[in-house]
């Protein structure tokens, strides 16, 4: 697991390693115990409290130049004898520096003092706030940060009522085009380097700089290249201010109106961890979400955008049956009573089964429960192989093939080929396919026209919905709860930022009614008990429940396939 | 790339890159030296080729270019009369030889930035501390250092050698 | 009559027929003190260095051999660096510049000594920009050296290997920071670095121990290994021993560059006796004592300086002695030699627009206050200069100078601050006058 960390991060200065011994720290007038070498702003945050910074990043190299962390700094006053003098209570004196320090660049030893709040440590802040903000547009009513903007936290806080400036602000490049995904406007820039530092550090790809000189610095990269980096939109979380801007987010919507939901990114098998931002039923925005073990506090592009296909006007709405060659808006109940009938007069061999890579652990384990109880013999999930990179990104795009391969849904797609040479032969009459397109795993139209029933649970039009016999509309992965297997085996949690559009259900609850309609199942209630019946049955999660995965999942130990 | 660059001024670059075993990328500053002496300023493509050969972006030799002042990105005048302004020379008369330059070859622009005479000739422009504050006001021309330019006498004797 | 000159530095600076060659050099003695130094343990010579308590000449004075004690050849694995800081660039400041153009190889000289005391096989000589000539003529001396066996491999057939580069800079004066210099041989932008943790002497050039010395600096380090470190401890007084380079601009009679004893001669006597006194016998107005950066004096102040019997007496300009301990203790410094003179016909509000123009120009803007502050100083007093000053700008000026000092990554904000403090705390008077 360590090493996971190593190979994203260059740097973890908030992480210290176990082993780390402790030093006595005089810590704004209290004495403290802390793991030595800590940096002084890691030191506030051990201590339920905050030294405003912009540049310092606990990810990234330390460059020192933004100052908002300047504190007062003391060492033990020593003696002739190179001795610490000891005061009334037996605690070394400290002799305080006249100079500030920055905490950031400060590592802690054996009887150093810290004044955060001394009258000195605030004016520097207050003088640094200043500065920051003569040259600034203080455009806010229209900056997209504009509620997550660090300037405007520290300015609550250090800021003056009015301004002393009555000069010219400098001019610098608005709304340059970075790259792709990426716009700067350099007159918010605060020129802290964090984006810059993360490309170098971080991506190995150092295409961004500063050109200019002094108060005309400016961040940009090489005129007519760009910043077209597979994690650009990084930056844009790790910029403190409105300078870069994400093209597909910026003017969408106000930040505080979003509702921030803690899930997982479902675009590739890692499981990047996400908050999820949502207003009423639309999801305007991924951003990572801290957990050292997956992916720290970083997400590729692909996963962050993959998004808008959650919003589409093609979303299915309600659920359709065939009628005369037609599909007709029907309701539930009409619809689960018809397709289990139609299911049921069907023997386990003249049906198929596409699951999908996609699909939860929890609705993986309904599907094998189908699967055994209608005794269906061909079945497996589409298995999808991309690039992947030494990065975020895993050659398994699926988000949950442990989970399928653990719930005994998945042949690895050995099956696809017997389930297509079933449909032309005549023996597979039915077929049962899940968040997927059946043409993508080989089947043609026609072999589907062959089909006495196709049963299709899904989001969105494709050509197996344009075959199927029902349509059962489902859930996108920011609608609905659950839980998946990253590629490292780790069981990570869902959750729903909002509804599905329309009468469209969360797959779970879907597949838990047409079992019932076609087996009769028993009657699952809640997510939690779903889990618990699938925890009690499969050994890898025995003993855990949702709950217990909490925001950050849980490594499983699973023997290697 | 469309530059074709002699060989002798190849090896020039060649032989600068040597004087740093440590990291090629030191040799920055060396190279667009010897390009601007040889081409009379940093052009764009002076930038990709140096970056190319230094094995670095190309932002990070811009970020060089735009950083030092004695860098240009255009073509200036055949002869450049740079001019003290600091404190020293600004008490011994710079302000008043910088106007005479300007006068003399009918350099045109604002004081802050280069200005140019219309035949392309002279380029006069301000600098900061050449750092021979006795002998104020001083400047250079080209490479060559002036000091005590302090009448219109001196300064048309001067500009007699710039032709 | 006035305080005569002591030339160690400057012996053979202006001499008829003393030229930059190196047979001219020989003819004089030259390299011979790199002949008796390279037969020396590199440690006897860095105990010489420290005896003699030489302090550094390039603005700071920090101790040499202290500087130097900081590096064990014996306990790095890693190469050590040396670098000569040739930038010179502090306004008021035009000493290295003589060494340089008219006697290069007594700094070669010292540069080999000091390499060869500190283990030093690769070593840089860091060149401004706009001294094109300089650069030209260091490279020649180089060369010649090299021919001779004074640098290259086997060293006069000592067994010790060096190389000197001259690396030249383009017109930045942050490059004379030596961080911001360590980075400029990188080949980056010449931010400073932040310290802790980058001391040059750990974690300088390429990440390795590295020692940047001042021209003047490295030039001492040849006479103190032709005296030894206690003869040369005996020049000056304890504590600011050796020589100064001194540069004097401005509105006196015979501007120029002189060498004495550092204590040996009062302001007084180097703006009067030495200096001819004040151009047209105005009066004298204020005196910058150390290259822009330092604090200005008033003519008219009184200073607290310690008496011969370490007691506190207030004494005026004229009789302060020249050297780093007594600029300090009366509120300035040393700093780079060069002193800049106003007389009474200079506007105090023109002198300051002049150079926080330059320090605007000059920031780096890698840190906030500076890279903010420094602009908007500028903008202050031009503002205030022409026309349109408020009565309230004096005390903002001052705050903005307030909260750049002690607060940036190098001592560009002091450079830049201080000049604007003491400015305002000397001649408040002229600044309030602009609002009228």
Redesign the interface.
């Known amino acids: 697991m360590s090493m996971s960390k190593t190979s994203i991060n260059p740097f973890n200065h908030d992480v210290m390693p176990d082993n780390t011994p402790l030093v006595n720290v005089n810590y704004n007038g209290k004495w403290i115990q802390v793991p030595k070498g800590l940096n002084v702003v890691e030191v506030t945050q051990s201590q339920g409290e905050f030294l405003p910074h912009y540049c310092y990043h606990e990810k990234l190299s ?7 962390c ?1 504190f007062e700094m003391g060492m033990p006053k020593m003696d002739a004898s190179r001795q610490p003098v000891l005061d009334a209570n037996g605690k070394p004196e400290i002799a305080w520096m ?3 320090q ?1 905490g950031c ?3 802690v030893t054996e009887g150093m003092g810290i004044r955060t709040n001394s009258p000195l440590a605030v ?2 802040r207050k ?2 706030m ?3 903000l ?2 600034h547009p203080l455009d806010c009513p229209i900056c997209d940060q504009a509620g997550e903007c660090k300037l405007q936290e520290y300015a609550s806080e250090y800021g003056s009522g009015e301004s ?5 602000k ?1 001019k610098k490049p608005k709304h340059f085009d970075l790259g792709k995904n990426i716009v700067i406007d350099d007159e918010r820039c ?2 802290c380097t964090r984006c810059i530092r993360f490309a170098r550090e971080v991506l190995d790809d ?12 400016t961040v ?4 007519g ?1 760009h910043f077209d980096n597979e994690y650009s939109l990084n930056t844009v979380d790790l910029c403190p201010v409105g300078a870069l801007t994400s093209k597909d987010f910026r003017f969408k919507m106000r930040v505080w109106f979003l509702k921030e939901t803690k899930s997982i990114c479902t675009s590739c098998g890692t499981g990047c961890n996400v908050t999820i931002g949502s207003r009423e039923q639309t999801v305007y925005r991924l951003t990572p979400r801290h957990n050292e073990e997956v992916n720290s506090q970083w997400m590729c592009d692909t996963g962050r955008l993959n998004i808008h296909y959650l919003s589409g006007e093609d979303r299915f709405t309600r659920p359709l049956s065939r009628v005369k060659g037609e599909l007709y808006e029907t309701s539930w109940e009409d619809v689960l009573r018809q397709a289990g009938s139609r299911l049921k007069t069907f023997s386990g061999k003249q049906i198929s089964l596409l699951a999908s890579g996609r699909m939860t652990n929890e609705e993986l384990f309904l599907t094998k429960t189908l699967i055994d109880e209608l005794q269906v013999s061909l079945y497996d999930i589409l298995p999808r192989q991309g690039q992947g990179d030494k990065f975020l990104r895993s050659a398994d795009l699926n988000p949950n093939s442990i989970g399928a391969s653990l719930l005994g849904v998945s042949n690895d797609g050995k099956n696809l080929q017997a389930i297509k040479s079933g449909i032309q032969s005549g023996d597979i009459r039915a077929l049962l396919v899940l968040q997927e397109d059946a043409t993508e795993a080989g089947l043609s139209v026609e072999e589907l026209s062959k089909l006495e029933l196709i049963i299709y649970v899904g989001l969105a039009p494709n050509a197996t919905a344009k075959a199927a016999h029902f349509v059962l509309p489902s859930a996108g992965f920011t609608e609905k709860h659950g839980s998946m297997i990253n590629v490292k085996g780790r069981v990570q949690r869902l959750n729903q930022a909002h509804l599905p559009p329309g009468r469209a259900m969360d797959d779970w609850e879907i597949l838990r009614d047409l079992r019932s309609a076609t087996t009769g199942g028993n009657g699952i209630h809640t997510i939690e008990d779903l889990f618990r019946s699938m925890s009690a049955k499969v050994p890898a999660l025995a003993g855990l429940t949702l709950n217990k995965i909490g925001d950050h999942g849980v490594q499983l130990s699973l023997t290697a396939k | 790339m469309s530059i074709s660059l002699t060989p002798d001024f190849e090896k020039k670059l060649d032989e600068a890159i040597t004087h740093y075993p440590v990291s090629k990328r030191s040799a920055a500053l060396p190279l667009l030296h010897l390009w601007q002496e040889q081409f009379g300023y940093i052009s ?1 493509e002076a ?1 990709e080729f140096i970056a190319k050969k230094l094995e ?5 030799i ?2 060089l270019v ?2 030092y ?1 004695m860098f240009r990105r255009e073509p200036i005048g055949k002869h450049h009369i740079k001019v003290c302004r600091t404190l020293s020379c600004a008490l011994g008369g710079a302000h008043e030889a910088h106007a005479c330059m300007k006068k003399l070859t009918g350099a045109q622009g604002d004081d802050h930035g280069p200005c140019t005479s219309p035949d392309g000739k002279y380029t006069v422009e301000y600098v900061e501390c050449l750092a021979s504050c006795g002998t104020a006001p001083v400047m250079m021309i080209n490479e060559e250092f002036y000091e005590n330019v302090n009448s219109e006498e001196k300064a048309k004797e001067l500009l007699k050698k710039y032709q | 009559m006035a305080v005569a000159e002591r030339r160690i530095l400057f012996k053979h600076i202006d001499e008829p027929g003393y030229t930059v060659d190196i047979d001219c050099y020989l003819k004089h003695g030259g390299y011979e003190d790199l002949k008796k130094a390279i037969k020396l343990e590199p440690q006897f010579i860095k105990d010489e260095v420290k005896k003699s308590q030489l302090r550094g000449r390039g603005g700071a004075g920090f101790s040499c051999g202290v500087k130097w004690g900081f590096i064990d050849a014996k306990k790095t694995t890693k190469p050590i660096y040396l670098i000569c800081n040739a930038d010179e660039s502090e306004p008021g400041t035009f000493k290295d510049r003589q060494i340089i153009h008219k006697d290069p190889h007594q700094l070669i000289e010292g540069m080999i000594i000091s390499c060869f005391a500190n283990s030093v096989h690769l070593a840089y000589l860091y060149i401004r920009g706009e001294f094109p000539e300089g650069a030209r003529i260091l490279e020649k001396a180089i060369a010649e050296a090299k021919a001779k066996n004074f640098l290259g491999k086997n060293i006069l057939g000592a067994g010790y290997d060096l190389e000197i580069y001259v690396h030249r800079g383009a017109g ?1 004066y942050i490059c004379g920071e030596e961080t911001g210099l360590i980075e400029s041989i990188e080949g980056k ?1 010449p931010y400073p670095r ?1 310290k ?2 980058y001391f040059p002497a750990v974690l300088g050039l390429y990440m390795c121990p590295t020692i940047v010395n001042n021209v003047e600096t490295l030039c001492n380090v040849k006479h103190i290994v032709n005296m030894g470190g206690e003869a040369y401890a005996r020049i000056g007084k304890p504590n600011n021993t050796g020589t100064r380079l001194i540069g004097v601009s401005g509105d006196v009679k015979k501007p120029g560059y002189y060498e004495f004893e550092c204590g040996a001669i009062t302001l007084g006597e180097l703006i009067y006796d030495v200096c001819g006194g004040i151009r047209n016998d105005n009066k004298l107005k204020a005196v910058i004592p150390g290259g822009s950066s330092s604090k200005v004096m008033r003519a008219d102040g009184r200073y607290k300086v310690k008496g011969a019997n370490s007691e506190m007496t207030e004494i005026g300009l004229n009789d302060i002695p020249m050297d780093f301990d007594t600029f300090a203790a009366v509120g300035t410094m040393s700093g780079s030699g060069g002193v800049i003179v106003m007389d009474e016909t200079r506007d105090m509000v023109d002198c300051i627009e002049n150079l926080s123009e330059f320090y ?10 500076c ?6 100083m500028k ?2 007093i031009h ?1 205030m200069n022409h026309g349109h000053a408020r009565k309230e700008d004096t005390d ?1 000026l001052k705050n903005v100078a ?2 750049i000092a ?4 190098c001592a560009f904000g002091e450079a830049c601050s201080w000049p604007v403090q003491s400015f305002i705390a000397a001649f408040r008077n002229e600044f309030e006058a602009k609002a009228k």
């Open positions: 330390i460059s020192g130049n933004c100052r908002m300047l006249p100079r500030p920055i660049a400060t590592n004016d520097c003088g640094v200043e500065f920051l003569i040259n002393r400036f009555v000069e010219d400098i605060i020129l150092d295409v961004l700089g500063i050109v200019n000189r002094g108060g005309n610095n940009t990269c090489h005129p290249k | 764009d930038i670095v972006q190309s932002i990070h811009l970020e735009t950083f002042p | 930045a932008r932040i802790p943790p605007a120009h000059e920031s780096c803007g890698q840190c906030t206050p890279r903010e502050g420094a602009q908007w903008k202050i503002r903002l307030d909260n002690g607060r940036t990554i």
